[in-house]
């Protein structure tokens, strides 16, 4: 997806746009910087870009003028990063075309992961979507049947995967182990909780093992089980 991306930068303040460069190098694409308004509308006219960067407070033309422009062009994706973070603001910048609001200070890494998914997005729109449950540091795929925790990929088996699936749907929901049972093995539940004890145990093992500095698995006594917040 990156093979010749340019994501224009339009930010006034020489470091943060020299930063923003940087985390745009950092996933191969490439960044143009400009520093004005006025400035990004010259790129603008000489060519397509795949992301425009905007800040809203810049020289000359505000920014919200300048995001006026690009939606009455087409359809170029815009992320505004701004320190004018009010809601107001980012609502108004949403309605007037923005794809995006990130306020500064920003992080690193969300700024990165923004330019990412936004790319995907729009240009790749008819790309089916992971179906990733998410819960603490644990990312379950439920297309590839895997499981990390941490990092660190973890093997269950067709049972655990299941009752971790189940409780990662909902993940503040008590399940009672008449629930797990009948959800997971598909059958009438009689009573046995020992199958279900064991294979919840295992599961919460396994997770544990992966991290031990966090708790994942939660026992309500009397009740059931739930993800631990």
Known sequence: MNDMINILVVEDDNDINQLLCRIIKMSNYHPQPAYSGTEALLYLEKQ???LVLLDLMLPGMAGEEVLEKITE???TPVIIISAKNEK???ITSLRKGADDFISKPFDIDEVSARIDS???RTRYPNEPK???LTHKDIQ???DSKTVLVNGVNVSLTAREFNILKLLMTTPYKVFSKANVFESVWNEPYHGDDNTVNVHVSNLRNKLTKANP???YIET???MGYRMKS
């Open 220 to 222: 309500i006594w009397g």
């Open 130 to 132: 992971k179906q990733i």
């Open 118 to 120: 936004l790319l995907r």
């Open 48 to 50: 397509q870009w795949d």
């Open 140 to 142: 379950l795929d439920l």
């Open 73 to 75: 062009k087409g359809s």
């Open 213 to 215: 500095n966090e708790e």
């Open 88 to 90: 107001r603001t980012k």
